[in-house]
Nanobody
Framework: QVQLVESGGGLVQAGGSLRLTCAAS????????AGWFRQAPGKQREWVAI???????NYADPVKGRFTISRDNAKNTVDLQLNSLKPEDTAVYYC??????????????WGQGTQVTVSS
C-alpha cells in the first residue's frame, strides 16, 4: 500500500506565498510522474502542475509563472511553491502520483488534500 500525505496549506493574503509538500510512503519501487490538482467549492477538480521522474514540468495556464513544482526522488516528495497567490487560487489541493510497486505494477494514488485559502 502507498500513502500520499499533503501538508503546507493554510490561509494567506493575496500576493502571498505558500509551499505545499506531498510525501509518499509505503510500497514504492519508483515514484514516477507526480502532479498537483485542485478543487474549488462548487467546481470540478482541475489539474495544476505535473513533474516527471526526470524533472520535466508542465503547468496549467492559470498558474504559469506563479507556481513551481519540484521533487526529491531520494525522499519521495513532491513540492508545489505557490507565489503571487490570488483569491481564485482558493481550493483544496491534491497530490497525485504514479507509483511503480516492487511487484512491477503501476498504480495511481491520491492524497487527502490540503486547504489553501487566499483572502483579498
Amino acid at each position: 500500500q502507498v500513502q500520499l500525505v499533503e501538508s503546507g496549506g493554510g490561509l494567506v493574503q493575496a500576493g502571498g506565498s505558500l509551499r505545499l509538500t506531498c510525501a509518499a510512503s509505503g510500497s514504492i519501487f519508483v515514484l514516477n510522474s507526480a502532479g498537483w490538482f485542485r478543487q474549488a467549492p462548487g467546481k470540478q477538480r482541475e489539474w495544476v502542475a505535473i513533474i516527471t521522474r526526470d524533472g520535466s514540468t508542465n503547468y496549467a495556464d492559470p498558474v504559469k509563472g506563479r507556481f513551481t513544482i519540484s521533487r526529491d526522488n531520494a525522499k519521495n516528495t513532491v513540492d508545489l511553491q505557490l507565489n503571487s497567490l490570488k483569491p481564485e487560487d482558493t481550493a483544496v489541493y491534491y497530490c497525485n502520483a504514479r507509483v511503480l510497486t516492487p511487484l512491477m505494477k503501476e498504480y495511481v494514488y491520491w492524497g487527502q488534500g490540503t486547504q489553501v485559502t487566499v483572502s483579498s
